[in-house]
């Protein structure tokens, strides 16, 4: 199966930026769509973004929109999350997550990470 590892969290301050990276296991990294998904305790897990396989679409939910990047480097077999103007609601653990299509719904994702915590400090 395919192995996620996601790196990048920390504590940063509100309005404050982070960039989180995702690295894949294998070659078969552009068969995939990628997603980032977040969580915070005694929440959901809710979907934050999404980019098809060769990158031409993204997909962000409205909370991020604006403020979060996603990209991937299907040489290096990476997905990344620029987040800018960070607010104190953005903290959570992130996730990323393979799926065959972009899908809001964390059950259609096939291979998942386990997650790097993102603090944000008001």
């Known amino acids: 199966q395919v192995q996620l590892v996601e790196s990048g969290g920390g504590l940063v301050q509100a309005g404050g930026s982070l960039r989180l990276s995702c690295a894949a296991s294998e070659g078969t990294f552009s068969s995939y769509s990628m997603n980032w998904f977040r969580q915070a305790p005694g929440k959901e897990r809710e979907f934050v973004a999404g980019?098809?396989?060769?990158?031409?679409?993204?997909a962000y939910s409205n909370s991020v929109k604006g403020r979060f990047t996603i990209s991937r480097d299907n040489a290096k077999t990476t997905v990344d999350l620029q987040m800018n103007s960070l607010k104190p609601e953005d903290t959570a653990v992130y996730y990323c997550?393979?799926?065959?299509?972009?899908?809001?719904?964390?059950?259609?994702?096939?291979?998942w990470g386990k997650g790097t915590l993102v603090t944000v400090s008001s």
């Open positions: 997550a393979a799926s065959l299509w972009i899908y809001r719904d964390p059950g259609a994702m096939a291979y």
């Open positions: 980019i098809t396989k060769i990158g031409d679409n993204t």
